[in-house]
């Protein structure tokens, strides 16, 4: 059974300070990694992709890949009250199988 | 661009009925994709369509079902119901030729419940 793991939080963090999102995954095989964002109420929108080892920045986001320990980090720099939500960690086994969900991590941005 | 649409977004039912999901995707999105989402499991991918046809499914009973018209419009079937497939029903889609390495593209949401 393959499966993407997430501490389900809450994770509070002060406004400003960096808050910092873990995931591991279970098939080493794994290619393609994605990090969803959900506000309460609303549908997952997509945040970030990563198919390479190592970091890839977009604005105050940095996902961090490391294959080897199949783990894949979201960093959220400068964190804004706007950033509370639940984060969703997704990866992809190939390039035609299905994407398998983690269960979200609840963020909290304490202004 | 229209986003992906969604109809109806709440549903009451109970249990043994049965119920049509409606699924419209963004004009030039070819694939649609649902998913089951409850507080417990999580998102879960129930399956794929392509062109009319099926590519992918995930591992829930034969009461969940689906079918894509030529238009790309997709909907879910769910017969017998039971308490238990109260939830958040989303899909999502992509231009699909490689629908899990794309962005995919949710929509709003049928919340179901189930009494």
């Known amino acids: 059974q393959k499966e993407v793991e997430q501490n389900s939080g809450p994770l509070s963090v002060p406004e400003g300070a960096i808050a910092s999102l873990n995931c591991t995954y279970s098939?080493?095989?794994?290619?393609?990694f994605f990090w969803y964002r959900q506000y309460s109420g609303k549908s997952p929108e997509l945040i970030m992709s990563?198919?390479?080892?190592g970091d890839k920045e977009d604005g105050r986001f940095t996902a961090q890949l490391n294959k080897a320990s199949q783990y894949v980090s979201l960093l959220i720099r400068d964190s804004q009250p706007s950033d509370s939500a639940t984060y969703l960690c997704?990866?992809?086994?190939?390039?035609?199988?299905?994407?398998?969900f983690g269960k979200g991590t609840r963020l909290h941005i304490l202004p | 661009k229209a986003g992906v649409t969604q109809t109806p977004r709440y549903l009451i039912k109970t249990r043994g009925q049965q119920v049509t999901l409606s699924c419209s995707p963004i004009?030039?999105?070819?694939?649609v994709s649902w998913y089951q989402q409850t507080p417990g499991q999580g998102l879960q991918f129930l399956f794929e369509?392509?062109?009319?046809?099926?590519?992918n499914k995930g591992n829930f009973p034969g009461r969940f079902s689906g079918r894509q018209f030529s238009n790309s419009r997709s909907e879910m079937n769910v017969s017998t119901l039971e308490l238990g497939d109260s939830a958040l029903y989303l899909c999502?889609?992509?231009?699909?030729?490689?629908?899990?390495?794309?962005?995919?593209?949710f929509g709003p949401g049928t919340r179901l419940l189930v009494l």
């Open positions: 369509y392509f062109s009319e046809t099926q590519r």
């Open positions: 997704a990866v992809s086994p190939n390039r035609d199988d299905k994407i398998i």
């Open positions: 098939d080493r095989g794994s290619q393609s």
């Open positions: 004009s030039g999105h070819r694939s």
């Open positions: 990563i198919y390479s080892n």
């Open positions: 999502a889609t992509t231009p699909g030729t490689s629908p899990f390495q794309e962005t995919q593209y």
